[in-house]
C-alpha cells in the first residue's frame, strides 16, 4: 500500500517537473521571438533552434535539481542531528541515508523531463518564419 503512494507521488512529481519546465520554455520562446527571427535570419538552421531551446531547458532544470539537491542536504542533515539527539534521550528513530541511485535516478530524471517537456516549445521556436518572428510585436 505504502509504495503503491509513492508511485503515484513520484508520478505527480514527474508531471509537475513536465508541466513547470514546458511552462518555462513556451515563456522563454515568447519571450525570444525577435532574438530567434533573428538567429534564423542570420542563417541558423531550424534543428538548431530547436537545440537551442532544449539545451535552455535542460540549463533550467539542471539548476533547479541542484537547488533542490543541495536544500536536499541540508534538509536531511538538520533531521538527522534530530534523530541523533532523539537517540540520545533514549528515543529510537530510524534515520534515512541518501542513496547513490537516488541521486543519478533523480538528475536522469530531470534531464528527461527537461528534453520531453521542452519539445513542444522547441517545436514551434524552430517552426518559426524569421519574417513573421522580426515583424511581430512586442
Do not use: C
Request: zero cysteines.
Amino acid at each position: 500500500a505504502i509504495y503503491s503512494w509513492l508511485v503515484l507521488a513520484i508520478a505527480v512529481i514527474v508531471v509537475g517537473m513536465l508541466l513547470g519546465i514546458a511552462n518555462t520554455s513556451f515563456l522563454t520562446v515568447n519571450q525570444r521571438v525577435r532574438e530567434i527571427g533573428t538567429l534564423r535570419a542570420l542563417g541558423i538552421s531550424r534543428d538548431q533552434v530547436r537545440k537551442l531551446v532544449q539545451w535552455d531547458a535542460l540549463f533550467v532544470g539542471m539548476m533547479g535539481w541542484a537547488i533542490g539537491f543541495l536544500s536536499g542536504i541540508v534538509i536531511a542533515s538538520s533531521i538527522l542531528n534530530v534523530v541523533y539527539e532523539a537517540e540520545e534521550l533514549g528515543i529510537i528513530l530510524a534515520p534515512g541515508r541518501a542513496v547513490p541511485f537516488l541521486v543519478v535516478g533523480s538528475a536522469v530524471a530531470v534531464i528527461v523531463a527537461a528534453l520531453v517537456g521542452a519539445e513542444i516549445p522547441a517545436r514551434k521556436a524552430s517552426a518559426m518564419s524569421p519574417m513573421d518572428a522580426l515583424t511581430s510585436p512586442l
